[in-house]
């Protein structure tokens, strides 16, 4: 079968390209994304798409300029839109300290999405093959990494494309020669100064000393744990819909019944749908994080990478990006009016009104009344003290307000943003929650305040 029809079917198989898309090729000069570039070109007409050439001159080679040249006048040749980006990556690299193979890869992507938005593109098509997967899948068992690592390169991933993906380096080198194509060559791909050009130039044929077919053998490698990776994904969705309370909030009970591997599984994914990515989320920081939780307490606070935290609220797990230092505030009622208490962006409306105008009981936890003689008519609405405490109103006696917050399981970290409302000296309602018996309305009530609070009152 020839190249451009192998490209097709793999196309095909993998529903890589619609009628009319807009495609973006990240092209180097390189062979790879040169065949790409041709190949999709032949089959312009057939899928009727619409080509934008991007290409980003990394500065790291004195090569560099006349690559983007060739690139580009190969775009314009073709009648092809051509996008360029001029960086300096071991400025940026330093900058960002990490490495310019990282950086270079996230400018790139960067670039490439910038142009999706401009244009309305479809899709972003680039060069990888059956050669750079097996690299990435090496590189990912050396590294120790897990099914996600090891199963290698997707061939769509997102708006992201690999169309070469099941063609070998040496197939692509004979198609540009028999096609009068004369790719760049970039001499640090011959250069042991990666990670990837050691495991290329020296590990790979190594390899086939031992298994001639390595290469084939590490991609039927990544497409048998992808197939099994997804069955695992599946499993993992409905255990993660069954113990997800809400977005951030796991059951704690259900997840330490689940095995370690799959615990690991429900952290990353409850991460991802928290924090939107998995950025510096490594599979030890997962580890570490599960052992964690098998041993904690109520109130521990466990930390996992990129900031995220878990804080052990009783039964439940909840993800938080950063817990908020607790701060007293404590405010002075305009009575009658609105305040607004700027710490939990609230608004509390007061109003009085003849005792025998008001219902006897209002179902709202949001909304109370009491007997302004008892109350007095300077109240406030402050968070918690220490040794607070009151006489709740269907309990007999007086209870700490520690106490009753940990009765009704509230987080810790939320106890400081609940609203108290007291007269200066006795607490009169733990707003949302309960009143005190002390100030309710009774037969002899002349004159009660009322007030109800929310963000839009």
């Known amino acids: ?5 192998k490209v097709k079917k793999f196309i095909e198989d993998n529903i890589l390209l619609s009628w009319g898309d807009k495609i973006v090729l990240g092209v180097s000069g390189g062979p790879d994304s040169l ?5 999709l070109y032949f089959l312009k007409e057939e899928y009727n798409l619409t080509l934008i050439v991007a290409h980003v001159n990394h500065n790291l080679r004195s090569e560099a300029k006349f690559e983007a040249d060739f690139v ?10 051509f996008y360029l980006a001029d960086v300096d990556i071991e400025v940026l690299a330093k900058e960002k300290k990490k490495s310019c193979e990282e950086v270079a890869r996230e400018y790139r992507y960067n670039f490439f999405n910038e142009i999706v938005q401009k244009t309305n593109a479809t899709k972003i098509a680039v060069a990888h093959n059956l050669n750079d997967n097996a690299e990435t899948i090496l590189m990912h068992i050396i590294r120790g990494s897990g099914l996600e690592g090891i199963k290698g390169i997707s061939a769509k991933n997102g708006n992201i494309i690999r169309p070469l993906l099941n063609i070998e380096r040496s197939e692509i080198e004979d198609y540009c020669g028999e096609n009068n194509l004369t790719p760049m060559m970039d001499k640090t791909n011959f250069e042991n100064i990666y990670t990837r050009n050691k495991v290329r130039n020296t590990l790979i044929p190594l390899l086939k000393e031992i298994n001639p077919e390595i290469l084939a053998s590490l991609n039927r490698l990544g497409n048998i744990l992808t197939e099994e990776d997804e069955f695992i994904c599946e499993y993992i969705d409905k255990i993660y819909n069954d113990i997800c309370i809400e977005k951030n909030k796991l059951n704690k009970a259900k997840f330490l019944e689940l095995p370690k591997g799959a615990k690991c599984r429900i952290l990353r994914k409850a991460i991802l749908e928290f924090k939107g990515n998995l950025v510096d989320i ?3 920081s997962l580890q570490n994080a599960v052992n964690l939780i098998m041993t904690s307490r109520n109130g521990n606070i466990i930390k996992i990478a990129s900031g995220i935290k878990i804080f052990v609220n009783y039964d439940v797990l909840e993800f938080v990006e950063k817990l908020e230092e607790s701060k007293e505030f404590e405010y002075e009622l305009n009575i009658p009016g609105k305040t607004y208490i700027e710490e939990l ?5 007061a109003e009085i009104k003849n005792a025998n105008e008001v219902e006897d009981f209002i179902k709202s936890p949001n909304k109370k009344f009491f007997d302004i003689e008892k109350t007095g008519k300077k109240l406030y609405v402050r968070n918690r003290r220490f040794g607070d405490s009151f006489l709740p109103n269907g309990v007999n006696g007086t209870k700490k307000i ?7 399981k509230i987080p810790t970290h939320e106890r400081d943003r609940i609203p108290i409302l007291t007269n200066g000296k006795d607490i009169i309602w733990v707003m949302g929650f309960r009143t005190s018996k002390k100030f309710l309305k009774d037969k002899n009530s002349k004159e009660v305040i009322i007030l109800n609070y929310g963000k839009n009152i």
């Open 402 to 408: 520690k106490d009753f917050f940990s009765d009704l």
């Open 35 to 39: 065949c790409l570039l041709h190949i």
């Open 1 to 5: 079968m020839k190249l451009k029809e």
């Open 345 to 349: 962006d609230i608004i509390i409306n």
């Open 282 to 284: 490594s599979y030890s």
């Open 72 to 81: 580009e006048k190969f775009a314009k040749d073709l009648g092809l839109e």
